[in-house]
């Protein structure tokens, strides 16, 4: 019997080794053998459409062009669902992109393959100088076709077969080995898959969602006893746009421009006492000034989709436009619920920490490089320099770098919050995150890499329908639906329940993928 003491004989390790290599190379040798057959056979038929087919179709999806243009169409014909299925596909693909091209592409040097067998009409391209080992297209292409397709999965035949199209074509015209482009769609795939650990697709409402009742609010064919007021400068002047197209739909609403420099709130209050419904068309906090009004005078609200986000329109169902224009005419709203920091509302989200210091630092910069491109550069910088806060909560004291409140659960549970299964459940979402120290701060990135932020120990989530916030380092800025407001060294939180009516389309809001909230009973948090 072999002890742990035994002496083993390097010789026989060594030839172990040495015929693990040697089996390797043989197989590698084979499947050379098999890429470069395969090639040749691709390369060498000769079909009218295939020559005319395979060059048009490898030239329009160089550089993306063809999946950045599927992006715009579903952008603009698909809805929201169509919204998020370019973002993710295009997300996917600039991350696969970067890592196929800035990164394999250097390490692993393959030279291209020979072109000589190809037939005149297909032979007509410039040779690419890179690394023939992964095909970018085929990346790229499998990149845009599965993150599009985790969104709406409607989009996964036609969008599959076409990636499958895009790698044959860059077979047919010489571009790359059948593996390159194997190892392209893997790769793409790949990252895919890692995108939706990351930032997951929440499928399922909250256990228990209820949906909402449609209320009869009176319709309004012409617009008559509605007063909108309008942020002209939100998002770069869709206020305006949204004008011509309000007055256009509804000639007897009557429109208030919003001036920089008006105290807005004295505005809204004395231009809508005489309304029997209060409009806005602007950014979150322009909705959260006028639902304000609209809650202490008692009328129904309904929100334009004008910012740059849209997050509570969205939530509603007023997105697109024609929707909320609709539902004017229509008289039908549904009752939501209020959140509260400090007797100061917030539709969507309320958050002290590192939060303040994302909106300080994108406030800053939006104006220069866009408002989604600060938000990106916002996000990097706040996560680099989280501060530290301490606060006491239900008599426990702990150490945070942010507190987030959502009116409502969000999903999903971990990463990005930015689903509300329903609008009147009645509490406060509650979660605070620790980066406060060098391994929380490793800790909670790795969780973000993998997916499994919900997991971690320095993220908790609770849910409540009010709460008292002591911040025991002294006041901080507080945050509401993306806007800074005052400072703050106690935060009393409550929801109000279905305090706020809101104008939207019958039978009440869906959750964006176009279900009822109350679609399903096991829950995704």
Aim: charged share 20%; glycine share 12%; with cysteine.
């Amino acid at each position: 019997m072999r002890g742990f003491g035994t002496t083993l004989d390097p010789r026989r390790g060594r030839g172990r080794l040495a015929r693990l290599s040697a089996g390797a190379s043989e197989v590698l040798t084979e499947l050379r053998a098999v890429d470069q057959s395969v090639f040749e056979a691709v390369a060498s038929t000769h079909a009218p459409l295939l020559d005319r087919a395979a060059p048009a179709l490898t030239n329009v999806a160089d550089r993306s062009k063809l999946w950045f243009g599927i992006a715009a169409g579903l952008s603009v014909l698909g809805g929201a669902r169509g919204r998020r299925a370019a973002l993710r596909g295009v997300a996917t693909l600039a991350a696969t992109s970067l890592i196929a091209n800035q990164g394999l592409k250097r390490v692993i040097v393959r030279p291209r393959p020979d072109r000589g067998l190809l037939p005149f009409g297909r032979n007509g391209r410039r040779r690419p100088t890179s690394s023939s080992f992964p095909s970018g297209h085929a990346a790229s292409a499998a990149a845009f076709a599965y993150g599009a397709s985790a969104e709406w999965p409607a989009l996964t035949v036609p969008l599959g077969a076409l990636a499958g199209a895009v790698g044959f074509s860059r077979v047919a015209t010489g571009a790359h080995y059948p593996s390159d482009v194997a190892a392209g769609y893997l790769l793409g795939m790949g990252v895919g898959v890692w995108g939706r650990k990351v930032v997951p697709i929440p499928d399922q409402p909250v256990s228990g969602s209820t949906g909402l009742a449609t209320l009869d609010i009176g319709a309004r064919p012409d617009g008559a006893g509605v007063t909108l007021f309008v942020n002209p400068g939100s998002r770069s002047g869709t206020g305006t746009r949204v004008i011509r197209a309000v007055r256009a739909a509804l000639p007897e609403v009557v429109v208030v421009e919003l001036r920089p420099g008006e105290d807005w709130d004295a505005v809204i209050r004395e231009r809508g006492a005489d309304a029997e419904v209060l409009a806005v068309a602007g950014g979150d906090g322009t909705v959260r000034t006028v639902a304000a009004a609209a809650l202490d005078l008692g009328l129904p609200l309904a929100v334009l989709p004008a910012g740059t986000f849209n997050h509570f329109a969205k939530d509603v169902g007023n997105h697109p436009l024609g929707r909320a224009l609709g539902a004017i005419r229509a008289g039908t709203a549904v009752k939501v619920d209020a959140g509260y920091v400090n007797d100061g509302l917030f539709l969507n989200t309320a958050s002290v920490g590192a939060y303040t210091d994302f909106v300080r630092i994108r406030e800053k910069y939006e104006k220069r490089i866009g408002k989604p491109a600060a938000a990106a550069l916002a996000a990097l910088r706040t996560l680099r320099r989280s501060r530290s806060l301490r606060l006491r909560a239900d008599d426990v004291e702990m150490d945070v770098s942010l507190l987030f409140v959502g009116n409502g659960q969000y999903l999903p549970q971990g990463f990005a919050p930015r689903l509300r299964a329903q609008l009147d459940d009645g509490v406060a979402d509650l979660r605070t995150l620790d980066m406060t120290t060098g391994l929380s701060r490793w800790s909670v990135i790795w969780s973000l890499v993998n997916g499994q932020l919900w997991r971690s120990p320095y993220y908790e989530v609770t849910t409540a329908a009010e709460m008292d916030v002591e911040l025991l380092d002294g006041p901080v800025r507080v945050a509401r639906d993306g806007e800074l407001g005052e400072l703050a060294d106690r935060l009393r939180i409550r929801v109000d329940r279905r305090a706020l009516t809101v104008v939207c389309p019958g039978p009440g809001p869906r959750l964006r993928g176009g279900r009822r909230p109350d679609a399903g009973q096991d829950g995704g948090r």
